[in-house]
Nanobody, 116 residues
């Protein structure tokens, strides 16, 4: 059974940083690409970042380029999203998404709130 657990969210002031974790069990991250998405109330889902199965290729949404990075620790089967210079508009529920041939998986998400 595949389980995805995101953590690391919280309340932060503009300009601050957070590191989100996406811990996965039931499949090996070295075999799958991982996406981070976010969704704010009343808004469309937005792709934030993705990392390839071997960790060699990453890409980011335009709104977070230069501020966010994504990395993977295969020993811990965990993907990280480092978020720097956070802005008010980064407030959202952040979650991991892993598509496979059999099924697509996502976690419950972790809330990030950027506020003065």
């Amino acid at each position: 059974q595949v389980q995805i657990v995101e953590s690391g969210g919280g309340l932060v002031q503009p300009g601050g940083s957070l590191r989100l974790s996406c811990a996965v069990s039931g499949l090996y991250l070295r075999d799958y690409a991982v996406w981070w998405y976010r969704q704010a109330p009343g808004q469309e889902r937005e792709m934030i970042a993705t990392i390839s199965s071997n960790g060699a290729v990453t890409s980011f949404g335009d709104s977070v380029k230069g501020r966010f990075t994504i990395s993977e620790d295969n020993a811990r089967n965990t993907v990280y999203l480092q978020m720097n210079d956070l802005k008010l508009e980064d407030t959202a529920l952040y979650y991991c998404y892993i598509p496979t041939r059999r099924e697509n998986y996502r976690g419950q998400g972790t809330q990030v709130t950027v506020s003065l």
